[in-house]
């Protein structure tokens, strides 16, 4: 079974710096799919941003981008430029690419980030 | 984009009774939904996948009497907490996975759930 871990549950920025959010999981497969999801306190769930596994080149959606690094199997986000708004919870989330489970999400415990003004 | 709606939004039952919850995907058909529960602070647990035209798949540790899912059609499933107790209070999201968007899933806006 795969797992992930977040080992942040709380990080702070200031708004305009950049924030860096950890993220490891375990795995067996090769072929996967990694993910951000950010729940603001309307508790909707928002994708930020996708990576393949199959993909060396890192993600970038605007100001989100990701570390990813198959070996190590980390994967974190970067977040640069905060915005006020930016404040919430996010959660790392693993999806096998076939098989059985297709579709299903693992989540990590997921990481309450606070923006300073 | 895809949109995934949830009704009710928030419910307040007594003990005892049951409350249905239902998720729809409003533009795409969906033959596989997912239903989490999350409480306040935490992760989303997967409680089971919902399939159309068959049976649920329950996670383990997951009561399947309890928590009845039905899968009624292509756009709609549904889960029905049956004589529910305090302890069944928690906020239930479900979602679905969307294929023509690169394979990622959207999520519904969750319903509360309050058992008094």
């Known amino acids: 079974a795969q797992t992930v871990t977040q080992s942040q549950p709380e990080m702070s920025v200031q708004e305009a710096e950049t924030v860096t959010l950890s993220c490891t999981y375990d795995?067996?497969?090769?072929?996967?799919?990694l993910f951000w999801y950010k729940q603001p306190p309307s508790r909707q769930m928002i994708l930020v941003i996708r990576q393949e596994a199959y993909k060396q080149q890192n993600a970038t959606e605007n100001r989100f981008s990701v570390n990813f690094q198959k070996a190590a199997k980390s994967f974190s986000l970067k977040i640069s430029d905060s915005q006020l708004g930016d404040a919430a919870m996010y959660f790392c989330a693993y999806r096998s690419a076939g098989g059985t489970s297709y579709g299903k999400l693992t989540f990590g415990q997921g990481t309450i980030l606070t923006v300073h003004p | 984009g895809a949109v995934v709606s949830q009704h009710p939004s928030w419910v307040i039952c007594k003990s005892g009774t049951s409350v249905k919850i239902e998720c729809r995907s409003l533009?795409?058909?969906?033959?596989?939904m997912f239903w989490y529960r999350q409480f306040p602070k935490q992760s989303l647990m997967l409680m089971a996948t919902?399939?159309?035209?068959?049976?649920?798949?329950?996670e383990q540790g997951v009561e399947k009497d309890k928590f009845l899912i039905n899968h009624a059609s292509l756009t709609l499933s549904t889960l029905t907490v049956t004589s529910a107790h305090p302890e069944d209070s928690s906020f239930y999201i479900c979602?679905?996975?969307?294929?023509?968007?690169?394979?990622?899933?959207?999520f519904g806006p969750g319903t509360r759930l309050l058992v008094l």
């Open positions: 979602s679905a996975p969307v294929q023509r968007a690169a394979k990622t899933q959207y």
């Open positions: 795995t067996s497969e090769s072929d996967y799919y």
């Open positions: 919902s399939n159309e035209g068959s049976k649920a798949t329950y």
């Open positions: 533009d795409f058909q969906a033959t596989t």
